[in-house]
Each structure stands twice: as C-alpha cells, then as structure tokens.
C-alpha cells in the first residue's frame, strides 16, 4: 500500500483534518472521543460495582449468621457523625454537579469555585471517617490489632451506649463475632476512603487544570468522568451508610 | 479437492518490507516503553508473557522429572509444592489470561475494525505497566522463597497454616488483575464505538465476538478476585478476617468469591482461542463460517453461562446438595454452544477446499484436543462421576487438554497466522508443520496417561506415588519432552524469520479480514485511510473481485 501517506501521527492528524487540538489522532470526531471516554467510563464504574459487591457479600453472610454481633457494633458507632458524613457527601456530590455544569456552559471562575468546594467538602469528609477511626482505636474495637470484647459481654462498661440501647450481654463466641463486623467496618469503610482520597488527589490536579482553562473550552469529558466517579464513591457510602451505622436503631 | 498449500508471496527478487511500518517508525527503547500504538504494546505483552510462560513451563519441567519415578527423590516436598503453585500461578495468571486478549487482541481488534488505534492509548499502555509491576511481585515471590499453596490459595491454609510469600503472591495477582479489567475496558469501547463505517455487528470477524465476550468476562469477575485477594492479605496481615473459621469466619465463602472469578477466568482462557480458530478455519477452508449468528452467539453465551457455574468446583467442600444439582445442570449447558462453534468449524471445513498449512494444522489439533477436553469436562459436571474423579489427575488431564491443547494450539495457530502480518515476513513452512505435528503427539503422549491415571486414583498435587502407576507416569514425562520439543521449536525459528524470512507483502494467505488489506507490517496508524466496509465477513468472492480490480489499476 501507499508509502507516500506514512508520516508521522502528529503530520498525518493536522495535515488531513480540521479539529480542535484536544481531540485525539484516532478518533475521527470529538463526538466519538466523548462517547468512547464516557462509555469507558461506565465500564469501570461497573468493575468497581462487582469489587464492592465481593465486600457486600461476605457482609449479608456474616450479618445474617451473626446478627447479634452486628446489632451490638452498630451501635457502637456515632449515628451523629454518621449522618454528617453523608450529608457532607450528598453537598459535595451537588458542587460536583454544579462543576460539570460549569465547565459545560464555560465558567471558568465558577468551575474553580465548585471544584474546591468539592474537594474542600471530601477532605472535611475524610477528616471526619479519621477522627471517628481514631475513636475506635481508642475503644479497643480494632480487631486484630487493638480489639477487647468488655462492651459486648458487658455492655454497661460503655455507659454512654448502654443508656441509650439497654443492649443484652453477649455471650463470649457471640461477642467474638462483634471482631467480624468491625473487620468488615474498617475494610468497607477503607476502600471507600481509599477511593475518597483518589478522587481528593485527582480533584486537586482537576483544579490546576481549570485555572489554565483546559475545561471550559469546549472539552469537557474529563470533568464529566470524574464526575460520574465522584457520584459513584457518593452511592457507595450511601449504601454503607445504612448498613453499617443503622442496624437496629428503633429500640 | 486439497492443496498442500494456499501461500501466495510476491516476488522475492523484487519485494522488499514497506518502508515505513510500526517497527521502525520510531526508533529507540524509548519509543518502545512509552509507545501507545496498540501494536507496539502488543509487543511489549508478548515479550513479558513469554518470559513468564519460560518461568512456568521449567517449573513443569521439574515438577515431570520428580514424577519420573514413584519416590520423591529429586525435590524434598515442600519444594514440589511450591513448583507446582509457581507453575499454576505464572502459568494461569501471568500467561493463559493475558495472552491472547493482550497480545492478539491488542494487535488485531484494531486493524479488523478498521480503526486507527484501540479507543484509549493510554489506558492499554498502562495496563501493561501494572501487569509489569504484578509480575514483579511474582519474581520477587519466587525469588525470596516461592509460595506453596496452589494457584487457588485455599483458605485457611493460605491464610494461618503457610508461611510462605503469600502476600507477595496474591499482591501481585491483585495488580494484574487490574491491567486485565482495563484491557477488558478497552476492547469493549473499541469494539462499540471504533468501528468503520459499515462495519456492522453482523460484519464482524467472529475473533472479535470472541473477544468481546473475552472483555465481558474481565470486567465483571476480575474485580471479584481483586477483593478476594485483598481480604486474603488483610486476614493474613491483621490475623483476623472472614475467612477464618477460627473467629467466625467462612473458608467456603472464599471459595466462592475465588471461583466467581476463576471459572470465567478459566473461559478467558479458551474464547480467544475459538476467535483464532474461526479465522483461521474459514481461511484455510475457503468459505465463510458455517452459520456465523450461532457462532457469534455461542461466544457470548458461553461468557454469560460462565457466572452461572462457578460451584462446580466446590462439590466436594460442603456446599448444598440441591446447588451442587443446580450447578451440575448449569455446567452441562456449557457443552451446548462449545458444541455449536465445534459442529459449525467441521461445517465449514465440508466441502471447502482446505490447505493443510501450519496455521491449519494445529487447528485441527485444537478441534480434536479441545472436544476431548470438553467432553471429559461434562463427567466431571455429573456430580457422581466427579465425587470419584476431583483432585485426581483426571481433573489435571481435563483442564490442560482445554487449556493447553486447546488453547495453546490455537495460539500457535494465531501467531503462525499472523506472524506475517505481525513481521512481514513468513516463518520456515516445514519447520512450522512439523513442529505443529510434534506438539500434536507430545501433548497427548504427556496428558492423556493422566486420564488412566486420574481414573485409577492418583491424587493432584504429591510428589510420590505408589510404584504401581509408574509407568503412565514414565510415559506422561516423556511426551512432556516431546512437547517441549514442540515449544522450542518456534522459539528458534520464529525469530530467526524476522530477519531472513521470505517477504510475505500484504496478505499471503488470501484472507478477507481488513488487517490484510493493508501493507505488512501495518503503519503506526494502522490504515493511510479509514477503510469503508462494503461487504459481508469472510466473502471470498469480494476478495477476488477486489485483487483483479487492484491488479488491473
């Protein structure tokens, strides 16, 4: 075939076409770019859908055989701290919203503006999933490492709890099973730290991008995509949320 | 009617390389490592997987030598059982799975469709990068004392009972596991949205239904292990986790998690194949695919049954009499679309004209080992024929007729038949056919004595065995050198063509896919223009109308 075509990628996308410098040299519109990205982009959000449905799983199967226990951690956790947090991310996931929108309609100051917000909103967030980490740490409920089973077998040792909930004594196996809830407790609620603090480090490069104007110049996948990313950390912990924090709340 | 062969090379005197094409585009190690031309990656991923399929088969090689004889004499036992999680471990995870999608896959899905590059460069060079850095955890695994508790990594013997590098080893597993779900991304969005104009579902050359069934697969069961392996090391790390029944926790649970992965895993390992197998029997047959929907639709089918069997591996370890029935049934409907793509190859081949060359010949290797493997696979799914039957070698002889006969055939058929499209120049067609037949024989002289033995009761996974059984054992060893003979073979003569090769110009096999219609080896973006699809998949009509128009211009 024709040798005379072969130049360089660069040469061969500016020579032939006319297009905005950030489309890529293989698509041949910015319509398919958008699409391909935003299509990649739900793909992964479903990859991550099964790696949390993995944890969820080994949760209904311990919540079921060992509800008890569950009950008695649950309420060990500060329902306060809990519905802050998620009010936190639900107003992150809105300056999120507000972000896309922004770079879509071309304010730059305003994306700037609802990006920190966001990244502001997820870093309080994360302060508060490590303040009340530190809490348990303190009151010997991390299993492995620093965990006793004195609250469940006697559960007027933690007046605070015990004033609230009146829950029963457990007896020892049973209470030794309060170690698997908070071992699912600290795996759930690291992964989806861990996702928090990706998409926190992801937002702050996001924010030097936007004060160049990369995003409010027509191409606006990347906000989008991340977009999506942060809505999906934002359902995870509205999911984690109940299951964890809400066992047994009514009494 | 039968010819030997169906090359047709241009004028040697006259011929030369194209100029200018992906290798020598750019130039330097740089250009190489930080290329995002899928066909360069491609590349990449051979070179890394074939390195870890050398580190797999010398495990294999000694694990062979110690079965020599019914004493275990030649590795103390501990060493034996790291050899054969060492082999299963690089060989499953670092060489079967990635592969094929990685290798062809990333080379061909792009040239077929008629793109210019998979949908996102950056991510598929990435991928590469973690499989890297996931096969240096396994390097360092095997260097710093190995791991011995089988590629499955049962609990809770991988987590409390083994003091080996399992952290290093389910580390690594977890890493590249990534680069398989972001490969998987990839595929699935090109396939989608790269396709050229006219290239409809129903135009598509079968390898690539064959790989996106592939991707499905990576993307919804690889997370699945990536937890997995992360409660494994936390449980291992902390001392306490939901694996162990000591505290509570559920040892099957693991297995369920494992084998939600590992058995779609183990069709990642085969639906490749059965893409090169389409291509490569309708070529050498000279008619289009016998009933192409079915075909398609078998490869999807088979990526959707394969979430629906997992606990057939679990028959023995305490799952529920009435699930073991339902997954017994569910196993056995795999057979069906295996058996349609299996019936519509031999429909293809009646009454074509076929050319028995290298690509070919393990093809036809292929139909025959992999319907053996398969058919063995529907005993072991009858749950009493498998109560007698698992962890024996029966199982062993089952899954590496699937996978190695299977599989490995049909890659070599692959990288035969597009080593010239790869290179551009043709591999020693003798020495191709022989070394096919040589893997032919050597591969059943080592496996199938394991059937007998299996059937006779040797366990999987010990390095003595009582004397009896010794002379199978004898027998299964020596085809084991046979087939090494049969490996090493193309090592030798492969690169050796990629410099004094006869030219192969642009498509030596009257092939209708587009990657021949292009020059060999392709340019950097593949096509000096976007190729328009015209015309249906495998029409050999078109071709011919399409080279006179080309010779008459």
């Known amino acids: 075939m024709s040798e005379t075509a072969s130049t360089t990628h660069g040469v061969l996308a500016g020579a032939q076409h006319e ?171 690291g992964m989806h730290a861990l996702h928090m603090i990706i998409g926190v480090s992801v937002l702050t490069f996001m924010i030097l991008r936007a004060r160049a104007g990369d995003y409010t110049s027509g191409h606006v996948t990347f906000v989008e995509n991340f977009g999506l990313y942060w809505h999906f950390v934002d359902i995870v912990w509205i999911f984690l949320f109940p299951l964890l924090y809400l066992i047994s709340r009514h009494s | 009617m039968s010819t030997s062969t169906l090359v047709t090379l241009p004028d040697q005197s006259t011929a030369k390389i194209p100029k200018v094409n992906f290798l020598n585009q750019e130039n330097g190690l740089l250009s190489w490592i930080l290329t995002l031309d899928h066909k360069r990656i491609a590349i990449l991923y051979l070179i890394t ?83 890297v850095i996931g096969g240096c955890f396994e390097l360092y695994m095997i260097i710093f004392g190995g791991v011995d508790t089988g590629w499955t990594f049962t609990t809770p013997l991988s987590t409390h009972y083994v003091n080996t590098h399992v952290v290093g080893a389910a580390m690594g597993i977890f890493i590249a596991g990534f680069s398989s779900i972001l490969t998987g991304i990839n595929f699935i969005v090109t396939i989608h949205k790269m396709r050229a104009p006219g290239m409809t579902w129903f135009r598509l050359p079968l390898f690539i239904w064959s790989f996106y069934a592939t991707s499905i697969i990576f993307v919804l069961a690889t997370p699945v292990i990536a937890i997995a392996m992360v409660l494994i090391v ?60 079915a075909v398609a639709f078998s490869s999807v089918a088979i990526a959707v049954f394969s979430f629906f069997v997992w606990a057939h591996h679990m028959f023995i370890m305490g799952i529920s009499n009435y699930s073991a029935l339902v997954f017994s049934l569910m196993t056995m409907l795999v057979a069906v679309p295996s058996a349609i793509k299996v019936f519509n190859w031999s429909a293809t081949m009646y009454k074509g004209s076929i050319h028995f060359d290298t690509p070919m010949i393990y093809t036809l290797g292929f139909l025959g080992l992999f319907t053996i493997g398969g058919l063995t696979g529907v005993f072991l799914a009858t749950l009493g024929m498998d109560i ?44 191709g056919r022989l070394a096919a037949i040589i893997l032919f024989i050597g591969f059943n002289l080592t496996f199938f004595p394991q059937f007998i033995l299996g059937y006779l009761g040797m366990p999987r996974r010990y390095w003595s ?27 030798l003569y492969l690169p050796w063509s990629i410099t004094y090769g006869e030219i192969a110009g642009s498509n030596p096999w009257k092939a209708t896919g587009l990657e021949w219609q292009t020059q060999s080896p392709p340019l950097m973006e593949n096509f000096p223009e976007i190729p328009i699809m015209d015309h249906e998949a495998y029409d050999y009509d078109w071709l011919e109308r399409h080279q006179q128009e080309v010779a008459s211009v």
């Open chain 1, 19 to 189: 297009h905005p410098p950030y489309q890529r040299h293989h698509f041949s519109s910015v319509a398919q770019q958008f699409d391909a990205s935003n299509f990649a982009m739900w793909l992964f959000l479903l990859t991550e859908i099964m790696f949390f449905g993995g944890l969820f799983t080994s949760y209904l199967i311990m919540r079921n055989w060992y509800y008890p226990a569950f009950v008695a951690g649950s309420h060990q956790l500060s329902i306060f701290l809990g519905t802050t947090m998620t009010a936190v991310l639900i107003i992150s996931s809105f300056t999120m919203a507000m972000a896309v929108w922004c770079a879509e309609t071309g304010r730059k100051r305003d994306l700037i503006l609802s990006l920190s917000l966001t990244l502001l909103l997820g870093v309080v967030f994360l302060c508060l999933k490590g303040f009340e980490w530190h809490g348990e740490w303190v009151e010997y409920h991390v299993p492995g490492l620093r965990f006793s089973v004195e609250n469940f077998v006697n559960p007027a040792s933690d007046p605070q709890v015990f004033k609230e909930y009146h829950d029963k004594p457990l007896a020892t196996d049973m209470a030794e099973n309060v170690g698997q809830y908070f071992f699912l407790y600290f795996v759930m609620t």
């Open chain 2, 49 to 131: 997987t074939v390195f870890f399929f050398m580190i797999g088969g010398a495990a294999a090689a000694v694990i062979r030598l110690e079965l020599l004889t019914p004493a275990g004499d030649l590795v103390a036992a501990d060493t034996y059982n790291k050899l054969f999680s060492i082999h299963g471990i690089i060989m499953v995870f670092f060489f079967l799975v990635p592969i094929a999608p990685a290798v062809l896959g990333n080379f061909l899905i792009p040239l077929m469709i008629g793109a210019r590059d998979v949908a996102l460069p950056r991510v598929n060079l990435l991928s590469w990068y973690l499989f």
């Open chain 2, 234 to 293: 936390l449980e291992r790390v902390v001392g306490i986790g939901v694996f162990d029944p000591a505290r509570g926790g559920d040892p099957i649970l693991f297995q369920h998690l494992f084998w939600f992965y590992s058995h779609p895993a183990v069709y990642v390992m085969i639906l490749p194949g059965m893409g090169v197998i389409s291509e490569v029997v309708s070529t050498f047959s000279r008619k289009r695919v016998f009933g192409y929907t």
């Open chain 2, 388 to 431: 007698h039957l698992t962890e024996t070698y029966f199982i062993v002889a089952h899954f590496h007729y699937v996978m190695v006969g299977g599989m490995v055939s049909a890659l070599m058929a692959g990288i035969h038949f597009w080593w010239p499209k790869i290179t551009g120049r043709m591999y020693p067609e003798s020495l």
């Open chain 2, 465 to 491: 065995y009582p004397p009896e059984f010794q002379v199978l054992n004898v027998f299964s060893s020596a085809g084991a050198t046979i087939l090494a003979i049969g490996y090493l073979l193309p090592f």
